[in-house]
Nanobody
Framework: QVQLVESGGGLVQAGGSLRLSCAAS????????MGWFRQAPGKEREFVAA????????YYTDSVKGRFTISRDDAKNTVYLQMNSLKPEDAAVYYC??????????????????WGQGTQVTVSS
């Protein structure tokens, strides 16, 4: 069992930056690949980024490539999402999730075993 708690969301102007954190407790996070998803009002939850168990491989949806960076610190059982050059279309509730599935499933929300409660990101234009 893993509990995930996100933090770091807030209100930022377009072009600004935020760093989201996801603290894991329970079973060590290094057992899992970790992902970030987001959901805007009226839209489906979408994949944002994922990082492999080792941290050696990262994956991003096209719309955030070059702007967002996912990383992990297993000593702290924490995963981060550094978000730069934020756009109004990045506004959403951001969720962190953990999976034991392989990399072919990293973009698929139902393949994740554990989810956090989400943190709101608002981007003003």
């Amino acid at each position: 069992q893993v509990q995930l708690v996100e933090s770091g969301g807030g209100l930022v102007q377009a072009g600004g930056s935020l760093r989201l954190s996801c603290a894991a407790s329970g079973r060590t996070s290094s057992t899992y690949a970790m992902g970030w998803f987001r959901q805007a009002p009226g839209k489906e939850r979408e994949f944002v980024a994922a990082i492999s168990r080792s941290g050696g491989n990262t994956y991003y949806t096209d719309s955030v490539k070059g702007r967002f960076t996912i990383s992990r610190d297993d000593a702290k059982n924490t995963v981060y999402l550094q978000m730069n050059s934020l756009k109004p279309e990045d506004a959403a509730v951001y969720y962190c999730a953990a999976t034991t599935s392989g990399s072919y499933s990293y973009t698929v929300a139902p393949r994740y075993d554990y989810w956090g409660q989400g943190t709101q990101v608002t981007v003003s234009s």
